[in-house]
């Protein structure tokens, strides 16, 4: 029979709360009655009611039991450590020594609680609660309800329950294949157990439930687990590592291995053409021991003879195929052969390029294609001014004299002017060497690779504009509103013009702009897919024409104006250079490197694709160097603003930087107002520029 122990103010509390502990009715229960209260004087010495209530059997509620024969019976069931968790205290009575842990007196324990076995004890007294502070991981039920406050006050007049919860972690794990079926990789995070246990606790006024925490770790993952995933992903046997795989069963941390590898495929190599003559030459003016520039040096141009072989055409050397993790081949990356464009003086005989002319080679490779050509030489005694015309040649010019006012030298190759060039134009395809000034000049070295990459440029954001218009187009045409055989009969062009006024505005300006800078610059472009382009891309977006447009055409237009673009971004080689001692109020361009040999350059605007360096000073004016600038003095005792510019991955090395020196490192801009030395300045990963 299941029996408790209650208490309460007086005879009827202590009742229902032993029925509402029970979960009965009276009339099922027998009660007894242990202590009555009394209430003490002023509340000293006042005690509870206390009241022992047996639920009796079906049959046993039913006809009135024997009192004696009950009370032995519950005397014999009680069980004095469950009435202490039950109701948070033992009855004082004749045995009240049963209370105390171990051998402490009953007063040691009056105003404190403690911990046994898991379970909560306390007793309090009339000037002192012992309170208990919760920790992580312990649950504290007060009469069946959870005690959500940090810190509570406990007495005897509560059921306390305490619960810890263990922790159980699957192990989880996962295997899948790179995109190229070359890899298998095996992710695995082994599980763990971690049980809580709450250790006795010594009586004290103030106690914190603390949990004891044991983890364990389970790597469940098994053997047989691996291999069945690897079947489904159809892996052969040959390229699993089976080293990798023990790793990962014996792993206690998460980690990710390499269980199957395949053969990756061995790239070959393009084309490519094999010089028989040094052209290194070209790179610029030579410098002496002494610092000084040698001009006459700059003459040693590389020359050939009729009939000499220039170079020898090799073929592409194919790569090797692989193997993927699933047993089949992997082709290795395609290589292309040599597109060679033979110019001027120049013909291939099998493999080799010969030279059917005297003179300078000039070879030029960007990307796959190679251009090859024998430049003639314009040689000018005089000055070039009104009496001589302006001069243009497809080849190298040199001039003895000046360059004057207003007049314009054009060369498809080299140009050398061994004295001043003022308030004149220099424009040339490769190298442009001045021995004199330049004052008031435009000078422009490797023009036809300035307009290629400008129009490709172009190119490339025109070619992202109509595949998106494409798209537009597709997803338009299989609409119900419109109907192919319209499209087929009469073309896109009133389609278009909607989608240019509605979607596509950009457009248009910027094929004005391309067809235009085709225009101005047609001289120095040799390829006339510039120009057809040009005149597709008019057609198109710009003229009213009644030629019927299909989308087939544009997506040819587009493919087009792609492969054109990658053209031009492609690296040329070799660039060309601009050398020259000093400029005034000049515009220097050039595709390749600067360099300013004598005392400087004043209120200039240089612009380099290469390096830029200047022996002397520089004040006022802008200058600009792709790859580094290398300066011995900057600005001036007055300030005078001078800005010294390069992308955000290269560097400005200045000897003497004075006031009004600003330095421009991609987009981040630093102006000095004092006078360094030795400056070496570049930008930092929080983008901003500091000095080495």
């Known amino acids: 029979m299941q029996s408790i122990v209650a208490k309460g103010k007086d005879i009827n509390e202590a009742i229902e709360l032993g029925l509402k502990l029970l979960g009965t009715e009276k009339e099922k229960v027998s009660i007894e009655i242990i202590q009555t209260e009394t209430k003490g004087f002023l509340g000293i010495g006042a005690k509870p009611a206390i009241v022992k209530l047996t639920k009796l059997e079906a049959a046993e509620a ?8 009950v009370i032995e019976q519950a005397v014999s069931e009680i069980n004095m450590e469950e009435v202490a968790v039950l109701s948070g205290f033992l009855p004082e009575r004749e045995h009240e ?15 404190k609680a403690w911990v046994k076995n898991g379970a909560l004890f306390c007793k309090t007294s009339p000037t002192h609660f012992p309170t208990v502070t919760i920790g992580e991981g312990v649950k504290l039920y007060r009469n069946h309800e959870l005690v959500k406050e940090k810190t509570t006050i406990v007495t005897e007049n509560d059921v306390y329950e305490i619960k810890v919860e263990n922790e159980k972690k699957d192990t989880k794990w996962k295997v899948w294949m790179d995109e ?15 049980t809580r246990k709450l250790p006795d606790i010594e009586p004290s ?11 364990e770790v389970y790597n469940t993952l098994s053997y047989a687990d691996v291999m069945q995933k690897l079947e489904s992903l159809q892996v052969a046997h040959q390229f699993i590592r089976q080293e990798q795989i023990v790793k990962a069963l014996e792993a206690k941390e998460p980690g990710t291995y390499e269980i199957a590898t395949g053969v990756s495929a061995k790239d070959g190599k393009n084309g490519w053409i094999e010089l028989n003559i040094d052209l290194r030459s070209q790179s610029g003016p030579t410098v002496n021991e002494d610092g000084k520039v040698d001009y006459r040096e700059i003459r040693k141009i590389p020359s050939v003879e009729r009939g000499q072989v220039i170079a020898t055409v090799h073929p592409p050397v194919p790569g090797l195929p692989g193997v993927t993790v699933t047993n089949e081949p992997l082709p290795a990356k395609q290589t292309y052969p040599v597109v060679l464009q033979a110019g001027r003086g120049i013909i291939t005989v099998g493999d080799k390029i010969v030279a059917t002319e005297s003179g300078r080679p000039q070879v030029e490779q960007r990307g796959k294609l190679v251009k090859v050509s024998i430049a003639p030489k314009f040689t000018h005694t005089g000055n070039v001014d009104l009496s001589s015309g302006n001069i243009r040649f497809a080849g190298d010019v040199e ?8 007049m314009v030298v054009e060369a498809e190759g080299d140009i050398i002017v061994h004295k ?24 422009s070295a490797g023009k036809n690779n300035m307009l290629v990459a400008e129009l490709g440029h172009l190119l ?36 278009i013009r909607i989608l240019l006024e509605k979607k596509f505005q950009s457009l248009p300006p910027l094929v004005k702009k391309y067809v235009e800078i085709v225009r101005k610059g047609e001289n120095y472009l040799e390829d006339d897919i510039w120009r057809e382009i040009a005149v597709s891309l008019t057609k198109v977006f710009l003229s009213l024409t009644n030629e019927v447009i299909s989308l087939d055409w544009i997506i040819q237009l587009s493919r087009k104006m792609k492969e054109l673009h990658e053209i ?51 004040r006022g004016g802008e200058v600009y160097g792709r790859l580094g600038v290398e300066i011995n003095e900057t600005g001036s005792e007055r300030g005078t603003p001078t800005v010294i510019a390069v992308p955000h991955d290269q560097k400005i090395r200045i000897n003497k930087a004075m006031e009004g020196t600003i330095l421009k490192i991609g987009n981040v801009k630093h102006a000095l107002k004092e006078t360094r030395y030795y400056v070496v300045a570049c930008i930092d990963k929080d983008e901003r520029i500091v000095f080495e």
């Open 62 to 69: 039913q006809q009135a039991p024997d009192k004696n024969d």
């Open 97 to 111: 020594g049963e209370h105390q842990i171990g051998t402490k007196e009953p007063d040691a324990l009056v105003g």
């Open 180 to 194: 190229k079926k070359l890899k298998v990789f095996l992710y695995v995070e082994p599980g763990y157990k971690i």
């Open 205 to 215: 006024q103030h106690i914190e439930l603390v949990v004891e925490e044991y983890k």
């Open 399 to 406: 001039i003895y004299g000046d360059v004057e006012k207003n």
């Open 420 to 443: 001043t060039v003022n308030m004149a134009s220099l424009v040339a395809s490769g190298a442009i060497v001045v021995h004199s000034n330049v004052v008031s000049s435009e000078i």
């Open 460 to 495: 490339g954001i025109m070619q992202q504009n109509i595949e998106k218009m494409i798209g537009v187009i597709r997803q338009l045409t299989q609409s119900p509103a419109f109907k192919s055989s319209d499209f087929s009969r009469g073309g896109l062009q009133p389609l």
């Open 568 to 618: 031009s971004v492609s690296p040329v080689k070799p660039d060309s250079y601009v050398s020259l001692p000093s400029a005034l109020n000049s515009r220097i361009y050039c595709s390749g490197d600067v360099f300013v040999t004598g005392q400087g350059c004043i209120n200039t605007k240089i612009h380099a694709g290469g390096m830029l360096k200047i022996n002397g000073v520089i």
